[in-house]
Structure formats: C-alpha cells, structure tokens
C-alpha cells in the first residue's frame, strides 16, 4: 500500500446507541405484565409440555399458541456457570451465577442470574425462587434475579 | 444436481487485533489471491457472495463498504448473509445448481478486535427475554459445557486435551494466531473464567478474513489439477432460547450430515468449527466421530488456534479443500456453526475425483 | 400500580468500539491536519479518489497506487440546502451542503458552503477551502468550510462529462 510506513495509523472511541423501543405482540406482553404482578406465566404446547418463557407458536408444529398456565415461581437449577466478574450490563454487579432454571410446572428452563453466596453454594437440581424488584414496569428485568431458596 | 468445488482457497493471518487495516484492507489481499488461483479471470466468476456480522466493528452496512475489496465494476451480481461465509457459500452453491453461471466468489470477514465480543455477541440474542440480561457468549457457552459434563462420559480433561491437540496441529498452521504445545495438566490448573470454562475452552478472539472460488463441472477441472468436489452440502437451525433445547446434542448437525451424506462412510479429514472446546465433543457425537476411527479431526488446528468470526466456517471448508487439492485426503467433513450454543450448523462433504 | 397491559419495551444497546480508520483514511486525516489534501490515483483506470476511502479502488478492487496532493480548490456539482436545524447543529439555517469536485480529482468531497447566500450556490460555482487555524485542528474540524473564489463559474457540462468519464 503507498504509504503505509510511513503513517500513523489513528484510532478513536466509536459508540454505537440504539434506544429502541419495541413492541412485545399478545404473548411476550402477556407475559412481561404478569412479571409486573409478580406472576410468572408460560404456555402450552401443542403436546401438552409448558413452555417457559412463552413462545407464539409452537416450536415443533408451528401452531398458534393460546393456553396460558401460571407456573413457579421457584423452580430448579438444571445448568448454571459461575461468573467470576459480572461484564458491565448484567443484572447483578459482583461475582454470581447464570443458571437455567425449570420453574414449577415447566417443561422448558428460564434464563436468569442467581445470586448466590459462592460458587460453592451452586449445584444443580438446587432450588431457587425469584427475586422480585420493587418497582417493575413490564419486563424480565422485573425479576432483579433468582435467589437460594431458603 | 451440478457438481460444484472448490478450485481456489485463500485466507489472512489471524491477528488478535489488527490496529492498523480497516476490513477492506485486510480483505483484499485475500480475495486477490483467491481469485488469481482460481485461473478464472474475475470478470468471468458470475457470482459474489459474503458474509459478515456490522455489529463486529460497530459499523452499519460494512459489507456494502467491504464491496470495495472486489471492484464492483461494471456492477457484479452479488449477494451477502449477515452469518458466517459458510452460509455465503452456501448460498453460492445453490445458484450454481441453476445452471446459468459456472463460478462464484465467496468471502466472510470479521474484525472482532474493536470490541468486546463476548459482550458484542448477545446482540444476536431475541430482544426481550435474552438480550436484556447480557448474558455473554462464553457464559451461555459454560452452561452447555456443564450440562454435557453432568449428563454423559465427557470430562475437562477432555475438553484440555481438545485445546491441547488444537495448539498443537496449529502450529504448522502459518494462518493460525494461538499454537503451541501445551500440557493439559498444566491447563487444568489454570482458573475458570466461567465454570467450567477455562481460557483454553475458548477460541482466541481473531481479526481476519477467507475467501474461496467455486467452480462447476469441466470449468472446475479445466482450473485445477485436483478440484475439491461438495458431494453434499445441508444446514439446519433449531429454536433460538437455550431453556428449550437439549443443549448436550446438536441434532441440527446430525439432520444436516444426514442431508449432506455424512453420515456414510468414512473420512480422512473432518474440520469441525468448535469455538469452544466442549462443542468439538457435541459436534463429534452427532457427525459419529466421537471415538477415533482414522479421521484426522481439525488438522488446521481449527477455530481453538484462529477463529475470525464470520469467517472461520469458511475457512472449513476451504482448510478441507485445500487437504483433498493436495492430495492428502480424499474425502472429508466441513462443518460450520452460527448461532449460541450450537444454534445453526452446516455441513458439507468434500471428495477428490 | 399500572395495570394496561404491557405493549412495548424499552431495550437500549450501547457498545463501546476503538475504531480504526485503516491505512488510507488514517493519511487522508493526517493529511487533513497538515492542511494538505490527500487523493489517491489507481493505476489501472487512471482515477483520483479523495475523501478517505478504504484504500481500495472501488472500480478495479485493487489497492490505491500513488498519493496525489490536490489543490484547496474545485468545483460545486451538486448541492442542497438545509431548512432543517441537526440537533448539535452550530450553522445558522438555511445553508448549503455540496458535492465539491477538486480541480484534478474524479470524485467529489462534501464540504459546506458559506460567505454566499443559499440561493445563490449553482453547479459549476467554483470555490475554496477555508481552514481552520493549524492550531486549532482537529480529526473532525479541519476545513471550516468553502467560500466562492470569485471566478467565472466552470463549465458545468464538461465538468461532469469529466468526472463521469468510463461510468
């Protein structure tokens, strides 16, 4: 390339924002305003499983889904990780676990943080139950994470 | 059907960070090169096809951007997947079966260094269950790990001794970035970055780019002494949330060997595109390569010793051309993934004549 | 509580990049600095591009030849004019932007007219740059604007048959 030795090559900070907004449709809003009402809510499948979080058609035959079913609101942990540091726009800002956790009543698993004390304390098959946010507005950060159960 | 190879492969050396090109920089050279093995002369290659993610380097449209690496003059046909250049490939192949070209251009492209790509990543994520939480590719990655190491055989031991063996054949890999021999035991030491993952588990984070000619029937054979032939060439998807799949199998890359015929026979070679040790694991399960049977696994050292996204499936593919090209092998497995946890996966076989 | 039912969410992303311009932008913005313009001819159709590009000839796909220093004056090819105040905006509405051929370039820059009022810019205006002190420069403040030269206007017609010369 002509040149090139001979020049500095700059770099510069780049941010790139959206703020968008989005519309959540029958299903997803459904159940983002149960999560505002602490109710947690998943749907049924055309084969009868629950699924959690709720989908708007089913994942195998792609029909319509209608049939709401309230499930949790604990459940169990059945795969986590230990995250050593919290990367900067997660629910929690110190070392905690993701875990995908099959509420109650569920056929499929959530994805949500939990705040356990140490690694140590995570196990799967544990049980844990959600920790709710005292101002919710409609979504799934209205569940601030999932907790031990006592 | 048209029989379709590979007459042409060339790709960059992957960087941790390249601070001093942009993507075009870095691309043309490679698509240079491609094209001038090929032995078409470009205004002939009918077809261009790439792929590459905007959110890499923050830049929205950067492939209209990357067009300027090829010349789009007069203006070409052209096509771009906003996936891995496997899926560009792909979409090559498919109008190379209508039978009114008979040779494409594909290239993917990515420069993942100007970001934080774990945290980059969960912008592929559904917007409002997932992509709230942040949660970055190498946890949603670690919960698959453990759910594999707790429900079968697997151990992190193996898993060490997938990174171990990754560095290793790397190093005679003058395109890989991390190689090297390493003691798995000594690796096992090492801390987790998220249990049970350890910096070994993860594939390096990579700038670089690849591109590959595709050539039909007698114009393949007129251009090259050994064409690569894609005998099959299949992918398949399965649904986006993690919670709903089993996430220690890949039926997606078992319908989709079964779709491409790689599930007869034997091979020499199988180039997997595992960026996380404990997927080489899956992905061999589900492709039957899981106990040794004479298939070399990733003899490039694969996506463990150089993984530019969007361009590391391609470089499958063309790593397997090149070892049926020079006769090493006759037949082989190319397989590239997109998508958390194994999401989407293609496969293709690849023979000599 | 509220109790309408949930119909949108808010999902703001922000991501932090370190941004590299590349080799050739790199020189045309430090060129910029330097109060030089900075072009690039391609050897094989003969082209100067100018405007910080990707290196690349984007006719022939190959890289940029020889580096060609272009005089701080053109010619107006195409322009609009803007009645609607950017937030952050600093120039007084209406004002004009233009496409501004450099006398020896093929491609045009943007560039700001002022010292002229809006109704007044045409194709074919020639005009100059005007720079921002060198002390003063900065990446994103380099040339001020441009002003008209006072000369007769150039043929516009040959101008463009010109710049679109082998399109």
Redesign the interface.
Same mark, same amino acid.
């Given at each position: 390339m002509a040149g090139a030795k001979d020049t500095e090559v700059l770099t510069a900070l780049h941010v790139l924002e959206y703020p968008y907004k989005r519309s959540v449709g029958p299903v997803i809003g459904r159940f983002l305003t149960g999560l505002r009402d602490r109710k947690i809510e998943g749907i049924r499948a055309s084969d009868g499983r629950v699924l959690v979080p709720p989908v708007e058609y089913d994942p195998q035959t792609a029909q319509e889904l209608s049939e709401f079913v309230d499930v949790g609101p604990g459940g169990v942990v059945t795969t986590w990780t230990w995250l050593h540091e919290a990367r900067s726009n997660n629910p929690l800002q110190k070392p905690f676990a993701w875990a995908l956790i099959k509420l109650d009543g569920a056929d499929t698993a959530l994805l949500h943080a939990v705040d356990a004390e140490s690694e140590a304390a995570m196990k799967t098959g544990m049980r844990v139950k959600p920790r709710w946010r005292a101002e919710r507005a409609g979504h799934i950060l209205d569940i601030e994470c999932f907790e031990p159960e006592a | 059907m048209r029989d379709v190879a590979v007459v042409s492969f060339a790709q960059s050396k992957s960087v941790r960070a390249?601070?001093?090109?942009?993507?075009?920089?870095i691309l043309?050279p490679v698509?240079?090169e491609a094209v001038a093995n090929s032995g078409i002369p470009?205004k002939e290659i009918g077809f261009t096809c790439s792929g590459s993610a905007d959110?890499l %380097?923050?830049q929205p449209f950067a492939f209209v951007?990357g067009?300027? %690496?090829?010349? $789009?003059?007069p203006p070409v046909r052209e096509s771009h997947v906003e996936a891995d250049g496997a899926w560009a490939l792909y979409e090559a192949w498919v109008l190379l079966q209508e039978g009114e070209i008979d040779a494409a251009l594909i290239y993917g492209f990515g420069?993942s260094?100007?970001?934080?790509l774990? +945290?980059?990543l969960?912008?592929q994520l559904d917007?409002?269950? *997932? $992509?709230?939480?942040?949660? +970055?590719a190498i946890?949603?990655a $670690? *919960?698959? $790990?453990?759910?594999l190491l707790?429900s079968t055989e697997n151990t992190e031991r193996d898993m060490a001794e997938v990174a171990a063996r990754s560095r290793r054949d790397g190093k005679a890999n003058p395109n890989a970035q991390l190689t090297g021999d390493f003691d798995p035991d000594a690796l096992l030491k090492e801390?987790?970055?998220?249990?049970?993952?350890r910096k070994h588990d993860c594939a390096p984070i990579s700038d670089g780019a690849a591109a590959v000619v595709l050539a039909t029937g007698d114009r393949a054979r007129a251009v090259s002494k050994r064409p690569a032939w894609i005998r099959g060439i299949d992918h398949r998807v399965e649904?986006h949330?993690?919670?709903?799949r089993d996430?220690t199998r890949s039926p997606s890359t078992r319908i989709a060997a079964e779709k491409a015929g790689a599930l007869d026979g034997t091979f020499d070679v199988a180039e997997l595109y595992a960026p996380f040790t404990h997927q080489e694991l899956i992905l061999r399960d589900a492709l039957g390569l899981a106990k040794p049977n004479g298939t070399k696994i990733n003899p490039s050292g694969g996506a463990l010793a150089a993984n530019p996204m969007m361009a590391a499936g391609l470089i499958r593919i063309g790593e397997a051309a090149t070892r049926i090209t020079n006769g090493e092998a006759n037949r082989a497995i190319a397989h590239a993934t997109s998508g958390p946890c194994l999401q989407q996966n293609l496969v293709a076989v690849l023979e000599g004549e | 509580m509220n109790s309408d039912p949930v119909e949108l969410i808010q999902t703001p992303i922000r991501l932090e990049y370190n941004y590299t311009p590349g080799v050739s932008r790199s020189r045309y913005l430090q060129g910029l600095i330097g109060g030089r313009i900075l072009g690039e001819r391609c050897e094989r159709c003969h082209k100067v591009y100018v405007g910080g590009g990707s290196g690349a000839c984007a006719r022939d796909g190959i890289p940029m030849s020889d580096i060609v220093e272009l005089p701080h004056v053109g010619t107006v090819t195409s322009f609009c004019v803007v009645n609607v105040p950017f937030a952050g905006a600093t120039v007084e509405i209406p004002y004009t932007m233009a496409a501004i051929l450099l006398d020896g370039a093929d491609i045009p820059i943007n560039g700001l007219i002022q010292e002229i009022s809006a109704d007044q810019v045409r194709m074919g205006l020639r005009v100059e740059a005007v720079w921002v002190p060198e002390a003063e420069r900065t990446y994103t403040d380099t040339i001020r604007h441009w002003r008209p030269t006072g000369e007769d206007d150039a043929p516009i017609d040959e101008v463009l048959k010109r710049m679109r010369a082998g399109a």
């Open positions: - | 390249d601070p001093v090109q942009n993507e075009v920089e043309m698509i240079q470009a959110y %380097a923050g951007y067009l300027e %690496a090829i010349g $789009a003059w420069k260094s100007p970001g934080s774990r +945290d980059v969960t912008r917007p409002y269950y *997932l $992509a709230p939480l942040w949660p +970055d946890s949603l $670690a *919960l698959q $790990a453990r759910a707790e801390p987790y970055i998220a249990s049970p993952l649904p949330y993690p919670g709903v996430l | -």
